[in-house]
């Protein structure tokens, strides 16, 4: 049995006759007949009984219709997704860290719009839980997150960056001039640290804590504009990945005597369909990965 003769077969059934079913597939009445013969023949059933010149369906060929009305949809879905992949597979989403995707881009692409100049894709920012969702609906293709601790079943992982966190202040904050900081020497300053969600600020809190030493928290905040401004103004001092402080102007970024680490991975959702476009944009990070070379 072959699709085509699947589809003329079905299509009898739909119009009622031969010479419809043939007009509404623009093809000739003896190669519908034919077709239905063949597969009478094929199976060794009768598929229609005539009746006042008209057809009926047998009951082996209402058998045959129910399961090849099924057979042949999912074929119509499979050519409207596989359309819908050819389609989308030159744009693609990435999914970057709100703050550290800043410095994390540029490093991770390199030349890659130079490289492959018909690849097209938008990056949104976001935490690493917004990150997930998006691969799981299918918002995002890939996501270069902040490290969890676990990782979903369906997803596939690889660490791509490694930093540690520092200490930031303006130059006028009463420990400037410090070298290397200890979280006790920190603990009575006034903090501005990130969501309380976030990897950063539940790391950070955590190492205090762990210290036994309560952080002096003056405010959360989500966008890291407000972050600097309290920095810059001397108000609070923060926390941030030392790739990213050491490129804000008017910060000082103080090491931690006890390292507090911070790494990165690139994700995908290994469950959904994984385009050519997607492969090569993943090697290529996976590729300039200070971690993987």
Known sequence: MTIQQMQYFAAVCEYGSISKAAEALFISQPSVSMAIKDLEREFGIVLFNRENKQLKL?????????????????INALEVQM????SQQSRLCLSIP??????????LM????????????EVKQCNSIVAFKFLNNGTCDAAIVVEP??????????????????FCVNSSHPLAGAKELSLA?????????????????????????????VPNILLYAVQLPLI????????AGTFLSKELAESLPEIIAIPLKEKVPINFALV???????????????DYILAKSPIQK
């Open 110 to 121: 390199g030349d890659f719009h130079h490289e492959y100049p018909d690849i097209f894709f």
């Open 83 to 86: 359309a819908d992949i050819g």
């Open 268 to 282: 995908w959702n290994k469950d959904k369909f994984r385009s050519r476009n997607l492969r090569i944009l993943t």
């Open 228 to 235: 600097k401004q309290f920095v810059y103004s001397g108000k």
């Open 185 to 213: 020497e920190i603990e009575s300053h006034p903090l501005i640290l990130n969501h309380e969600e976030s990897f950063m600020t539940r790391q950070i809190k955590k190492r205090f804590y762990d210290e036994g030493l």
């Open 149 to 166: 601790e676990t990782l979903p079943e369906n997803m596939e992982m690889h660490r791509v960056f490694s930093s540690e966190f520092v």
């Open 58 to 74: 047998s009951q082996e060929g209402i058998y045959i219709y129910e399961r090849i009305k099924d057979i042949l949809n999912r």
């Open 98 to 107: 709100n703050f550290t995707g800043i410095h994390l881009f540029p490093l």
